[in-house]
């Protein structure tokens, strides 16, 4: 059983930046593309950014893309979001993923296998 732990999130004022990690508890990390989704109340889950297996390929959800940016450290187990230019209506909680076997950007939430409990992130205007 993979267990994801994110990390980062809080309280910012619009215009602001935070960097969200994801620690995984696996061996073979760099075996798992990852990816990060968030939900606000009253809407579904929707992609944010994801990331191949390797870090060479990675791909953005159109209302943050220019604004966020994905990252991972495999020797750490770890995927990163920085995020800037933060907006109110980023206000969600912020989810990480991981999908074992595929070295390719993963988009829809139902082909992950493993998710974290998520961590808020709430911009004030």
């Known amino acids: 059983q993979v267990q994801l732990v994110e990390s980062g999130g809080g309280l910012v004022q619009a215009g602001g930046s935070l960097r969200l990690s994801c620690v995984a508890s696996v061996r073979t990390f760099d075996r798992y593309a990852a990816g990060w989704f968030r939900q606000a109340p009253g809407k579904e889950r929707e992609f944010v950014a994801g990331?191949?297996?390797?870090?060479?390929?990675?791909e953005y959800e159109d209302v943050m893309k220019g604004r966020v940016s994905i990252s991972r450290d495999n020797a750490k187990n770890t995927v990163y979001l920085q995020m800037h230019s933060l907006k109110p209506e980023d206000t969600a909680i912020y989810y990480c993923?991981?999908?074992?076997?595929?070295?390719?950007?993963?988009?829809?939430?139902?082909?992950?296998?493993?998710w974290g409990r998520g961590t808020q992130v709430t911009v004030s205007s």
């Open positions: 990331i191949d297996a390797s870090g060479e390929d990675t």
């Open positions: 993923a991981v999908r074992e076997g595929l070295n390719m950007v993963v988009f829809e939430w139902s082909e992950y296998d493993y």
